[in-house]
């Protein structure tokens, strides 16, 4: 593979290495010993003219038709798709997910490139009549500003295509400070964007730590929107900053995502649901199965079932076609839900049915491997019903009736995506309705939520607004309601409406 060494930031139209910046190493999390690339541990300072390019650029780029921002979105979404096999090994390597999760990685930001090119020609706003005569309303979409946009590491070409296709077709520019475990990918991902005609300016890359880079974003008084995927604890401390310097901001954090399995499901479809829910992309996604709340009546034929499949899914390097999981993307993330499989495993009553250790031998032992583990008879009280393991980890829960089943999914503190199988209607409308979620499945994994629908959660999981979908514009604009008086005098609202009833005009 002929990716470049070096993963650089994007500034002005200009690629380049900060003078004197030290370097941060992107390690392969199938083998330690591959460097993917290195990039700059950038400055406040480098930081600081990401966004005067940014600033300088909004004023043409916010004039520029949307049809026409379009043209250019649409021509990034077919240079992806050219370079789709290539971006799509790149993320097995730098992420460590299998190499088919890094196609649909990148074909879900070419999803989201037509989507929003799409929105370019559309873009709508409403008209209202007025209550005066002779007078219109109106309301346009209008872009923000600087948006600042920090993306994680899980999908490091999707997430950052769904924030700044949205923010870019909507008139904003953009600085992007991608995961500093992915950088490589961050770099493919704006050099599509700037190889498609993007003027200097409209997008801009900032590589480096979230401490530096990041901390600075969230403070920086040019910037006026921030949009971040990443854990609760970081979301909050983003809001509470962004809160201070007054921006607009949007928060997807944590999920503890929960599939139901009734009496009445086809059990072979809902293992099926399970084993991709919970233990594709290793676990490593917002939308991740990590609870599965079974009907007593199939509860020990799940059990056994989930068991013995879970056994014969492949462990391996992300590049190899015929690995199912790949490793955990970097050595924190590994001792963090190895810890909680500690936790898991004194809890008296938790039975671990399957996995619970690192996987060894041979190349498994490069990487940083966890077995697929699972744990029965997992109860509310426990951590790891509670807190997001963000790993491939999966907690078991016996449930008596459809009521305790939801009731015990709703018991949680996070409310992104969840899933019900049943083959009974009724029960499956009610769950629809009595689910606290922001995505409910319907005889479907927890997993694999489609761009031109709304993605975001309830509760701890965000701050009330969506990404993707037509409502993911949202955040990126402001309205502008427009009056439009051609009576030729003054018409005074509220007051002259009983004169105007009364004169019959
Ligand atoms: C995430 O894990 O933050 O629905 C995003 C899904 C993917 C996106 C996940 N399309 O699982």
């Keep these: 593979m002929s990716s470049p060494q070096k993963a650089l930031n994007y500034i002005g139209g200009e690629w ?34 990401a966004v005067d390019a940014a600033a300088k650029a909004f004023s043409g780029w916010r004039r520029t038709p949307p049809p026409a921002r379009a043209v250019i979105l649409q021509r990034a979404g077919q240079i992806l798709a ?41 873009l709508y706003g409403d008209t209202a009549p007025s209550e005066l005569p002779n007078k219109m309303c109106l309301t346009f979409r209008e872009p923000i500003g600087v ?27 953009v600085v992007i400070k991608p995961a500093s475990d992915t950088p490589m990918c961050g770099h493919e991902f704006v050099r599509a964007l700037a190889d498609a005609g993007l003027p200097p ?3 801009n890359l900032v590589q480096g730590r ?5 901390e600075a974003m969230i403070k920086h008084p040019k910037i006026a929107l921030i949009s971040i995927t990443g854990s609760t604890e970081t979301g909050k401390h983003v809001a509470a900053e962004c809160g201070r310097t007054g921006k607009r901001i949007s928060l997807e954090c944590g999920g503890k995502n929960a599939e139901i399995v009734m009496d009445d499901a086809d059990l072979e479809l809902a293992v099926d649901g399970a084993l991709w829910g919970a233990f594709g992309t290793s676990g490593q996604r917002c939308t991740a ?4 709340i079974v009907h007593e009546a199939v509860y020990d034929k799940m059990l056994e079932k989930i068991a013995k499949r879970a056994a014969k899914l492949r462990l391996g390097p992300g590049v190899d076609p015929t690995t199912d999981v790949g490793p955990l993307v970097n050595e924190s993330q590994f001792k963090k839900v190895m810890e909680y499989i500690r936790v898991g495993k004194e809890e008296d009553k938790a039975r671990l049915i399957r996995g619970g250790f690192r996987a060894s031998g041979g190349r498994l032992d490069r990487g940083w491997f966890i077995e697929p583990t699972i744990f029965a008879d997992v109860d509310r009280t426990m951590r790891i019903f509670k807190e997001e393991i963000f790993g491939p980890v999966l907690s078991v829960i016996k449930v008596g009736d459809l009521e305790e089943a939801v009731e015990t999914l709703n018991d949680c503190n996070y409310g992104l995506s969840s899933s019900i199988y049943t083959r009974d209607i009724n029960k499956a409308l009610w769950a629809v309705r009595e689910i ?19 993605f975001g959660g309830v509760k701890g999981t965000g701050n009330g607004h969506r990404e993707a979908g037509k409502v993911g514009l949202d955040i990126f604009t402001e309205w502008k309601t427009v009056y439009i008086d051609y009576s030729g005098k003054l018409q005074r609202a509220q007051i002259d409406t009983d004169e105007i009833l009364a004169s019959g005009n």
């Design 82 to 122: 050219e370079r789709k096999q290539r971006i799509g090994e790149l993320i097995a390597r730098e992420a460590g997910k299998p190499v088919a999760e890094g196609c649909g990685d990148v074909q879900e930001a070419i999803d989201m490139a037509e989507l929003a090119a799409g929105e370019g020609r559309r």
């Design 436 to 454: 606290e979620a922001g995505i409910v499945y319907v005889n479907g994994p927890t997993i694999g939520a489609e761009v031109h629908m709304p």
């Design 210 to 214: 979230g401490s530096v880079v990041g």
């Design 201 to 203: 300016g409209v997008i």
């Design 16 to 49: 380049s290495w900060p003078d004197g910046a030290g370097a941060i190493k992107s390690i392969n999390p199938a083998d330690a010993s591959e460097v993917v690339c290195e990039t700059p541990e950038s400055s406040a300072e480098e930081l600081d003219r």
């Design 147 to 173: 948006c600042g946009l920090i993306t994680p590491w899980n999908f490091p070409v999707a997430i950052p295509a769904w924030k700044s296709f949205h923010a870019l077709i909507c008139g904003n520019t």
């Design 289 to 292: 199965t990590s609870r599965l």
